[in-house]
T-cell receptor, first 114, second 115 residues
Framework: ETGVTQTPRHLVMGMTNKKSLKCEQHLGHNAMYWYKQSAKKPLELMFVYNFKEQTENNSVPSRFSPECPNSSHLFLHLHTLQPEDSALYLC?????????????FGPGTRLTVL | AQSVTQPDIHITVSEGASLELRCNYSYGATPYLFWYVQSPGQGLQLLLKYFSGDTLVQGIKGFEAEFKRSQSSFNLRKPSVHWSDAAEYFCAVSNSGGSNYKLTFGKGTLLTVNP
């Protein structure tokens, strides 16, 4: 595998379910990101991790819980979601958290909350 | 706060025609500017970026963009569009303040290419 991979690619869950999204980067980067992409809205930054430490939480509801066990892996744990949380969730990574570090994106997980 | 406006939600061009996608930004200092492309079912791929220097930037797949400070614009161009260019295009701006930066995206422009 190369680049940034995300699993699963599609997920359907009920509002009472608990699920997790996984992201893995094979680029040797130190920073990883979660974004939410909803229809007709700009990408929204959710969380940033740099060297496994969370450096940004963009006022995300607590029903979204990120985890970064090492610089290559990033998880997004989901519980008691709402239908409005249905969206494409994109993971990205970059060498560092500097403004000159290009972000590389995974293909995303299409989440549907029933 | 920085922001990006992509005025065109959807553009349709014929294959072989030229293309220009508009992007206007708002940022107090010199911005860092990016264009990404998203094909159906895929993540975002970087086309090109501008940090400083020559205001005409060359990217992948034959795309180029020009930074015009006076117009706060960073329009994306391609002289001859191919059917495989059909995708959604996102302009983004980041603060040039070093660490702890944020990448702010526009809402995107969907490009349809007619045969």
């Amino acid at each position: 595998e190369t680049g940034v991979t995300q699993t699963p690619r599609h997920l359907v869950m009920g509002m009472t379910n608990k699920k997790s999204l996984k992201c893995e980067q094979h680029l040797g980067h130190n920073a990883m990101y979660w974004y939410k992409q909803s229809a007709k809205k700009p990408l929204e930054l959710m969380f940033v991790y740099n060297f496994k430490e969370q450096t940004e939480n963009n006022s995300v509801p607590s029903r979204f819980s990120p985890e970064c066990p090492n610089s290559s892996h990033l998880f997004l744990h989901l519980h008691t979601l709402q239908p409005e949380d249905s969206a494409l969730y994109l993971c990205a990574s970059s060498q560092g958290e500097s403004s000159t570090d290009t972000q590389y994106f995974g293909p995303g997980t299409r989440l549907t909350v029933l | 706060a920085q922001s990006v406006t992509q005025p065109d939600i959807h553009i349709t061009v014929s294959e072989g025609a030229s293309l220009e996608l508009r992007c206007n930004y708002s940022y107090g200092a010199t911005p860092y500017l990016f264009w990404y492309v998203q094909s159906p079912g895929q993540g975002l791929q970087l086309l090109l970026k501008y940090f400083s220097g020559d205001t005409l930037v060359q990217g992948i797949k034959g795309f180029e963009a020009e930074f015009k400070r006076s117009q706060s614009s960073f329009n994306l161009r391609k002289p001859s569009v191919h059917w495989s260019d059909a995708a959604e295009y996102f302009c983004a701006v980041s603060n040039s303040g070093g660490s702890n930066y944020k990448l702010t995206f526009g809402k995107g422009t969907l490009l349809t290419v007619n045969p």
